[in-house]
């Protein structure tokens, strides 16, 4: 089942890479005016729409038998059989504001779990593909990957909030106060995109440590897969295994993960 994983990821790439290519030659230099929800949304389904029709073609061309997911934004993620769950523009904030951070992903979910998962950044560092299979391991641009060991104190640590995060009180308050507990413990907080992205770094060893507050599944599990394929310890903000309707994620190289959670148990 690996191996034939691994063929179909082949084929992902190339649908994700040509996608990401189109987008990176249409996206705009300068911020696209919207100054309303309404405006900026209108804006991005121009953008968008037609690149997320490919993807999914393409897609269900490679696995005919695999549903389509929700919407991203939706944030829900199907419990049984296999889905393709993607995101022609993950990072559609950067991408409209003329900004190079932002990927496509495509993820094969088979009963609520991450099988397979491409991560594409067109306009990262020239381009770079991060890919991983269920038992088979983690790469970047087809070499392997494993996480990077550091004391916390002199990590770079990301952080993101989830859509519509206003909707759900508790996760933006935790947000907001392991946002200030995890800046008093570590070199440097950042927000650098793409949620996919920024958890598949952690598995790169770009960044030390990922975590988030609030139910994202759409967006974090490419990103997990990739992370816990390369050897990272993806778990909940509590510890607990990391599943598609938890409320919390931290995702951090193994000698990290420990001292990664002391400061986000200080918050309740």
């Given at each position: 089942m690996t191996d034939e994983l691994w063929t179909?990821?082949?084929g992902v790439e190339a649908a994700v890479r040509e996608v990401g290519g189109k987008?990176?030659?249409?996206?705009?230099?300068?911020p696209t005016p919207g100054r309303t929800v309404a405006e900026a949304m209108a804006a991005f389904a121009e953008l968008d729409g037609s690149?997320?029709?490919?993807?999914?073609?393409?897609l269900t061309a490679l696995r005919p038998q695999a549903g389509w997911a929700p919407e991203e934004l939706d944030g829900s993620v199907p419990g049984e059989g296999e889905w393709w769950l993607c995101d022609a523009t993950d990072g559609a904030v950067q991408y409209l504001l003329g900004q190079p951070h932002w990927a496509v992903t495509a993820t094969l979910v088979r009963d609520g779990a991450a099988v397979l998962a491409v991560v594409h950044a067109p306009e990262h560092a020239?381009?770079?593909t991060y890919r991983a299979v269920l038992g088979g391991g983690a790469q970047l641009d087809g070499r392997p990957i494993a996480p990077l060991e550091r004391e916390l104190a002199v990590t770079v640590a990301a952080t993101s909030q989830p859509p519509r995060v206003a909707d759900d009180p508790v996760a933006l308050r935790r947000a907001g106060e392991s946002l200030s507990a995890m800046a008093g413990a570590a070199l440097a907080?950042?927000?650098?995109?793409?949620t996919a992205l920024q958890v598949a770094q952690v598995g790169s060893?770009?960044?030390?440590?990922f975590w988030q507050y609030g139910a994202d599944a759409g967006n974090l599990l490419p990103g997990a897969l990739i992370a816990s394929e390369a050897g990272a310890a993806v778990t909940d903000a509590a510890g607990a295994a990391w599943t598609a309707d938890s409320d919390g994620f931290l995702a951090a190289a193994p000698g990290l993960h420990a001292d990664a959670l002391g400061v986000l148990r200080s918050v309740s």
């Open positions: 179909l990821a082949e987008l990176a030659a249409r996206r705009p230099d300068q690149a997320a029709t490919e993807l999914r073609e393409r020239g381009g770079r907080v950042r927000n650098l995109g793409p060893g770009h960044l030390a440590l």
